[in-house]
């Protein structure tokens, strides 16, 4: 075990949405570095990756109980929460085989589509960030929040249709790590992040590695700057501003 490992060794890092794309990087990522890591999904029925250090949770971020059931196992684990990455979300276009297309375009949008993906991609994240924070490091932890472009009105990629639910979601996201900056204790960041266009079941047409996104993302916050916290930044640690659109 290399010197960066065991830095970490006696740490946990909890990541959502775990199970492909950029949140099986994440764990990847995190577990080379020494963490424990606690990986949920709402289905682990297909997940085959296993480790000393790797715990897969069965996990449905719209339950309460799933909630709660998944800060109980963080408490029985008895290592400090030092990173958790809300990185479980569901998208509007075409790229989630139509299921939410009732978020996307003007004519069939529908409330309880739309109530869906902010329970998921927004209220989600701030539940499960206010039930883990008994668990956190009182020294150092760190929120990630898996926003997008999608969020700002500077969008780096084509939008086909309005997608409405999906980029007000993450909007919401992103001032949700804008206002939990305020209240989170002393030795506790945040931010929200854009990883670019990972290639994943959701994102097909991505071109990007996920694995070398992760490694970029977990970058920020080995280089922590504190003038970073509650911001919304771009995967290589560039700033955007409050709005969204990227700073000059």
Known sequence: MNKLSRQYINKLAV?????????????????EKGYTVVA?????????????????????????????????YVSEIGLPVEILANNAAI????????KYQNSSKLG??????????FEINSIAPLLLTQELLRHFDTKRA?????SSS??????EFQNLDGNYGYRASKAALNMIT?????????GTSTFSVHPGGVTSRMNPKGKLSARHQARKILRIVSNWNNELNGKFLNYDGAEYDFMGFRAK
């Open 150 to 155: 999608r969020a700002s009105q500077n969008d």
């Open 142 to 146: 760190f929120v990630i929040n898996v």
């Open 15 to 31: 990541v959502t949405g775990a199970s492909q794309g950029l949140g099986f990087a994440f764990l990847e990522c995190l577990l």
């Open 108 to 117: 069939s949008i529908s409330r309880s589509a739309m109530l869906e993906m």
């Open 40 to 72: 949920t999904s709402r289905d682990i029925s297909t997940v085959s990756l296993t480790h000393p250090r790797l715990h897969w949770r069965q996990v449905d971020l719209r339950l309460d109980q799933d909630i709660g059931n998944l800060s109980k």
């Open 178 to 186: 804008f206002s939990s900056a305020i209240e989170l204790p002393d």
């Open 91 to 98: 998208n509007g276009e075409g790229v989630s085989e139509g």
